[in-house]
Structure formats: structure tokens, C-alpha cells
Nanobody, 120 residues
Framework: QVRLVESGGGSVRPGGSLTLSCTAS????????MAWYRQAPGKQRELVASITSGGLTVYADSVKGRFTISIDNARFSAHLQMNRLEFEDTAVYYC??????????????WGQGIQVTVFS
């Protein structure tokens, strides 16, 4: 069983910064990619940023130039550095592991979610 543990959320003023971290635990052999999604109240969950184990990244247009995703393949961890935060970034952020191999199966996994609030 793979578990994703998220940390680093909180409340911040507009223009501030936060770093989200996600670590996958369990018997893991490989993860193809890790990503951060977010869901604001009344809205659908959306992709924020993703990164493959090879370092290829994808960002939502709304966060390009402000957020940076990184991956630590040895620790099965992903980090999301969020700068110049805006009110619209307020949401629950979810970590996602794409095609995590545990030896006898390959599955996708979600974290529990972590709150990020930007307030004045």
C-alpha cells in the first residue's frame, strides 16, 4: 500500500510564498510522475503542476512563472514552491502519484489534501 503524505500548507498574504511537500511511503519501486492538483470551493479539481521522474514539467497557465515543481526520485518526493501567491490560489491542494509500482501492481494514488489560504 502506498501512502502520500503532504505538508507545508497554511495561510499567507497576497504576494507571499509557501512550499508544499509530498512524500510517498510504502514498498515502492518507481513512480512515473508526481503532480499537484487543487480544488477551490465550488470548482472542479484542476492540475496545477506535474513532473515526470525524468524532470519533464507541465504547469497550469495560471501558475506559470510563479510556481515551481521539483521531484526527488530517491525519496519519492515532490515539492511545489509557490511564489507571489494570489487570492485565486486559495484551495485544497492534492498530491498525486502517477503509475506507482509496488512490484505486483501499478496504480495511481492521491494524498488527503492540504489547505492553502491566501487572505488579506
Amino acid at each position: 500500500q502506498v501512502r502520500l503524505v503532504e505538508s507545508g500548507g497554511g495561510s499567507v498574504r497576497p504576494g507571499g510564498s509557501l512550499t508544499l511537500s509530498c512524500t510517498a511511503s510504502g514498498t515502492i519501486f518507481s513512480i512515473y510522475a508526481m503532480a499537484w492538483y487543487r480544488q477551490a470551493p465550488g470548482k472542479q479539481r484542476e492540475l496545477v503542476a506535474s513532473i515526470t521522474s525524468g524532470g519533464l514539467t507541465v504547469y497550469a497557465d495560471s501558475v506559470k512563472g510563479r510556481f515551481t515543481i521539483s521531484i526527488d526520485n530517491a525519496r519519492f518526493s515532490a515539492h511545489l514552491q509557490m511564489n507571489r501567491l494570489e487570492f485565486e490560489d486559495t484551495a485544497v491542494y492534492y498530491c498525486h502519484a502517477d503509475r506507482a509500482s509496488t512490484g505486483n501492481m501499478i496504480k495511481n494514488y492521491w494524498g488527503q489534501g492540504i489547505q492553502v489560504t491566501v487572505f488579506s
